[in-house]
């Protein structure tokens, strides 16, 4: 069984630009995350897909950021324009359903901004 | 605020020994507690989970203790071997508006010496 990828692996943009990151989940799965893992600490959730329905992003600074899922399947976390603060590995995760239970990871898109 | 908080930051064991890592959490609307081991690069992926309707949890030599009274859960690493070296997050999640959301604690690195 496919894992969740994502792309790009790397990406190196300086503060004001703008960046996207793709996201493709296990297939079958209905929710999908966004987290945010800054160095040195746990991943924070940043919004919460179930189908192609935003259930929480009460946590996604929505003035710089947004996110799409489309047609209930792929991802896309966009951030413009990037600030310092945002440098962190972006991690994209699936799960069969809302709820606890197994989330499944991808292997992240680390961001650094300059 | 840290609703999961999580101790040591690093552990350093030799191999065979026993490694012990501890979190505590004040919300007691959570009603699910998981561990999620990450290598260097690669996403998290869950270890063990424990509802806290039970007090253990065993799977081979990965144990999970679990504190109601306390808010409080450990997981134990019997026979800690060099292949367990990575990072540890608890995590925790409950339900009402926040289903799904995964709250991390800031994880624990663990080096296992041979």
């Known amino acids: 069984e496919a894992g969740v990828a994502q792309s790009p692996r790397y990406k190196i943009i300086e503060k004001r630009q703008s960046v996207a990151f793709w996201c493709n989940p296990i297939?079958?799965?209905?929710?999908l995350y966004w987290y945010q893992q800054i160095l040195g600490q746990g991943p924070k959730l940043l919004i919460q897909f179930q189908n192609n329905g935003v259930v929480d992003d009460s946590q996604l600074p929505k003035d710089r950021f947004s996110a799409e899922r489309l047609k209930g399947v792929d991802s896309t976390l966009k951030i413009q324009p990037a600030k310092l603060e945002d440098s962190a590995v972006y991690l994209c995760?699936?799960?069969?359903?809302?709820?606890?239970?197994?989330?499944?990871f991808g292997e992240g898109s680390r961001l650094t901004v300059l | 605020q840290q609703q999961v908080k999580q101790s040591p930051q690093s552990l350093i064991v030799q191999k065979g020994g026993i490694s012990i890592i501890n979190c505590a959490y004040e919300n007691t609307a959570f009603d699910y507690f998981p561990w999620y081991q990450q290598f260097p690069g690669k996403g998290p992926a869950l270890l063990i989970a424990i509802r806290p309707d039970v007090s253990e949890k065993k799977e081979g030599r990965f144990t999970i203790s679990f504190n109601k009274s306390a808010k409080q859960f450990s997981l134990h690493i019997m026979d800690s071997q060099p292949g367990d070296s990575a990072t540890y997050f608890c995590a925790a999640t409950g339900r009402g508006s926040t289903l799904g959301r995964l709250y991390f604690g800031r994880g624990t690195q663990l080096t296992v010496w041979p």
């Open positions: 297939s079958g799965h209905a929710t």
């Open positions: 995760a699936s799960s069969l359903k809302r709820g606890p239970g197994e989330l499944f």
